[in-house]
T-cell receptor, first 112, second 115 residues
């Protein structure tokens, strides 16, 4: 049972490049979210999904897209990377509201 | 607008003593609260939670207290162990009726348990 798997673990992008951060979970969780962690700011919600085909914006959605075609996968797309998107990104899933999220180990992204 | 606040960025405690981590919130719609622990280069790990219908929840060495009137919660770790040294995040959600799928996190408190 792998839990929440994020790839890649590290990535360096040039400004303007696009990329997809992958997230997969094998726990059959309906609820999945993407967070970013920046120094002194805690974790901030980017996008979330309550099930396949259903996504919604979080606190800081600009510059990111998501889709949820299957229960297992919830990729995060950076459309045109900017230095302000340098951060650590965490994907998380849980089986129902008011339940603890299981987090992946994170993707450290640097945009130069 | 920081809806969940952890005003102490760091806390140092001796091994065997009690660690008390504090968290304040401003959104009265929050009705479910969680604590996460995070080691460097790892994702946060769920520690303990509490619903607003309770004022205390215990799990082994960890106890969370909720004071709704003060919009304050605290995490007590007794006894503290060196392995407890980590960043602790407080988080809150607004339940089924208020967007319970969104967790709002505090900025974290770095706990250091010294020998």
């Amino acid at each position: 049972n792998a839990g929440v798997t994020q790839t890649p673990k590290f990535q360096v992008l040039k400004t303007g490049q696009s990329m997809t951060l992958q997230c997969a979970q094998d726990m059959n969780h309906e609820y999945m979210s993407w967070y970013r962690q920046d120094p002194g700011m805690g974790l901030r919600l980017i996008h979330y999904s309550v099930g396949a085909g259903i996504t919604d914006q979080g606190e800081v959605p600009n510059g990111y897209n998501v889709s949820r075609s299957t229960t297992e996968d919830f990729p995060l797309r950076l459309l045109s990377a900017a230095p302000s998107q340098t951060s650590v990104y965490f994907c998380a899933s849980r089986k129902q509201p008011n339940y603890g999220y299981t987090f992946g180990s994170g993707t450290r992204l640097t945009v130069v | 607008d920081q809806q969940v606040k952890q005003n102490s960025p760091s806390l140092s405690v001796q091994e065997g003593r009690i660690s008390i981590l504090n968290c304040d919130y401003t959104n009265s719609m929050f009705d479910y609260f969680l604590w996460y622990k995070k080691y460097p280069a790892e994702g946060p790990t769920f520690l303990i939670s509490i619903s607003s219908i309770k004022d205390k929840n215990e799990d082994g060495r960890f106890t969370v207290f909720l004071n709704k009137s003060a919009k304050h919660l605290s995490l007590h770790i007794v006894p503290s162990q060196p392995g407890d040294s980590a960043v602790y995040f407080c988080a809150a959600s607004a339940g089924f009726t208020g967007g319970g799928n969104k967790l709002t996190f505090g900025t974290g408190t770095q706990l250091k348990v010294e020998l």
